[in-house]
């Protein structure tokens, strides 16, 4: 993966921009377009149960975007069973012109037993579907007996158009992160992680890999809401509203999986009871500017001019992120999108 060098000495990562299931397609449409024009390498979709579903805004950018990878980010085998994966993206993949990209992940555990589905093997979930969908594209006949999922006898009726199509995982938890190293192209890491947590998972990721047998390099994106305009105060108020809507829900997920926990807290600079009472509050009504101090903003999010969020992204970059996927939280995401994508210009 290509880096950026500022004068100063500091290597930039990658830009690309994330979408979801939030947002209304045409919408999606107008804001990869505007991706697209401003050099950003990728737009990825991020789709959970129950939301709009990611393939009509991902196949409707395809067609209206002509550099970016159309991202999935991430299909949980769960929601479609793996040959399904393999046959949708398979399809994108011809549609883009080859600049198809796929993030397989467990999924959102509440959500998929809401769906009258067991979750107790999660791990074993994605370890099936990489090991079914990677054949599947690579033109294979696949008889495979998992833990989660199986397929027997199964072949694509269609020549895929890369049958190395990189596949990535969204990991949290250290098994997952091996399992990564092991198996995958890339990692993908969730929203509300903060860099700190990245260079472990990088690390542990690429010591499985080479446990494994395996080189890299390995692509690394992450997920970080950004808000970057010249008014620094505006952009660090809608950054930090955007953590704020996040981290209860985060903090709530880590009682089930430590794992989760475990990523929020790997900055030092802010403790257990720190996120216990800033939660606390957030959830008795405060506003986030009152709750979140810069500590917070620092840990989960891109804010303020477009050299402040160069700055912030090299902290990125030095934990081993190849590409940074950024939510354009507020008003006017297009002329965000237009000026950050300016100054990576400009640093280029």
Not at 28 to 55: I, Y
Not at 75 to 91: K, Q, V
Not at 162 to 168: A, G, I, K, N
Not at 205 to 211: S, T
């Amino acid at each position: 993966m290509t880096r950026r060098e500022q004068p100063s000495g500091r290597e930039l990562p990658d830009f690309g921009m994330r979408l979801h299931g939030g947002i209304e397609p045409q919408r999606c449409v107008e804001l990869a377009e505007a991706a697209d024009a401003g050099g950003f390498t990728s737009v990825w979709f991020a789709e959970n149960p129950f939301g709009r579903g990611a393939l009509p805004a991902a196949s409707a950018c395809a067609v209206a975007t002509r550099r970016a990878r159309i991202g999935i980010g991430v299909f949980n085998p769960y929601n479609r069973h793996p040959t399904l994966i393999a046959m949708e993206i398979g399809a994108l993949d011809e549609l883009s012109h080859g600049r198809a990209g796929l993030g397989i992940g467990s999924g959102i555990g509440a959500a998929v037993e809401r769906m009258g589905l067991n979750y107790d093997r999660p791990l074993a979930a994605v370890r099936d579907a990489i090991v079914i969908v990677r054949a599947l594209l690579q033109g294979e006949e696949v008889d495979y007996e998992g833990r989660v999922f199986s397929a027997r006898k199964a072949k694509l009726d269609f020549k895929p158009r890369r049958p190395e199509l990189p596949l990535f995982v969204a990991a949290r938890g250290d098994q997952a992160l091996k399992l990564c190293g092991e198996l995958a192209d890339g990692l993908m890491i969730s929203n509300s992680s903060p860099a700190a947590f990245t260079a472990h998972a990088v690390a542990t990721m690429r010591e499985a890999a080479r446990a494994a047998g395996r080189s890299g390099p390995f692509e690394v994106l992450q997920y970080v809401p950004c808000a970057a305009r010249p008014d620094r105060d505006e952009a660090r108020h809608m950054v930090k509203s955007s953590i704020a809507a996040m981290l209860p829900e985060f903090w709530s997920l880590g009682e089930r999986f430590p794992a989760v926990r475990a990523a929020l807290l790997r900055d030092e600079a802010i403790t257990e009871p720190d996120f216990a009472a800033a939660v606390a509050r957030l959830k008795a009504g405060e506003r986030a500017q009152d709750v979140l101090d810069d500590r917070f903003l620092d840990a989960f999010g891109l804010a303020g001019t477009a050299e402040d969020c160069l700055a912030q992204a090299s902290v990125y970059a030095k934990a081993g992120v190849s590409e940074l996927v950024l939510t354009f939280v507020g008003p006017q995401p297009q002329d965000d999108i237009a000026y950050l994508g300016r100054a990576v210009r400009e640093h280029s």
